[in-house]
């Protein structure tokens, strides 16, 4: 295991519950260059991850003095990826959030779930489950290439061009206007994605990026 004292500074995170969610989290925060402190019950799980993460440690997150014993309590950021065992979750955010860790993530399996989560401390939930659904759903006919929807109602999406603005610039293809959805940029095969100007050609070949209520951007994906 890595020295303790090396965490935390900066932006360093806990990702406490190194499953497939906690795990992926974790693991995108070394590979962004930040230093993670991991935190699961099952040794295994440590073990698999114990040459991956600047710290890893096996211990039960629902008890707050165990948490100050790791120096939990000096993190700014705190992931908690307890899923299937939704008393472990909702403890583990109780003890953080009266530590006073001040910027708590965490994965919720139900609504319900979700609930209790932010009356109980956490800042930020999460559904990983429902989230990937909606996703799929929207690519699944094939009319987007790629959706994220955020959570104030707003919308990403890759698209097709749509025939009706083969040859159109931006500026003539008025989509603001006409659809509610702002043309964030172009993306064309074996190519870097290109900003999209006021006088840039719209043609067959190009994929769009597109952005806007999440309403507006799936009827404008519609007509592809």
Request: glycine residues 10%; contains cysteine.
């Amino acid at each position: 295991m890595a020295n303790r004292n090396r965490i935390p500074k900066g932006n360093s995170v806990v990702v406490i519950g190194l499953g497939r969610f906690g795990g992926a989290v974790a693991e995108s925060l070394i590979r962004l260059g930040h230093e993670v402190l991991g935190i699961d019950e099952n040794y295994d799980c440590v073990q698999q991850w114990s040459g991956l993460l600047t710290h890893v440690v096996q211990a039960d997150t629902t008890s707050i003095d165990t948490l100050r014993e790791l120096g939990v309590a000096e993190f700014k950021h705190a992931v908690v990826g307890i899923g299937n065992n939704v008393e472990a979750s909702v403890l583990t955010v109780l003890a953080l959030e009266e530590m006073g860790v001040p910027d708590i993530w965490a994965k919720a399996m139900t609504a319900k779930h979700g609930r209790i989560l932010e009356r109980t401390g956490a800042h930020h939930v999460i559904f990983p489950e429902a989230t990937m659904g909606a996703r799929v759903a929207h690519l699944v006919t094939g009319r987007m290439i790629d959706f994220i929807e955020l959570d104030d109602g707003y919308a990403i999406a890759k698209t097709r061009t749509p025939a009706e603005l083969h040859g159109k610039t931006v500026a003539d293809a008025a989509l603001r206007s006409k659809f509610g959805v702002t043309i964030v940029g172009l993306k064309h095969s074996k190519a870097e994605m290109i900003h999209a100007r006021l006088e840039t050609v719209l043609d067959r070949d190009a994929l769009m990026i597109v952005a806007g209520p999440t309403q507006q951007v799936e009827r404008f994906a519609a007509m592809t």
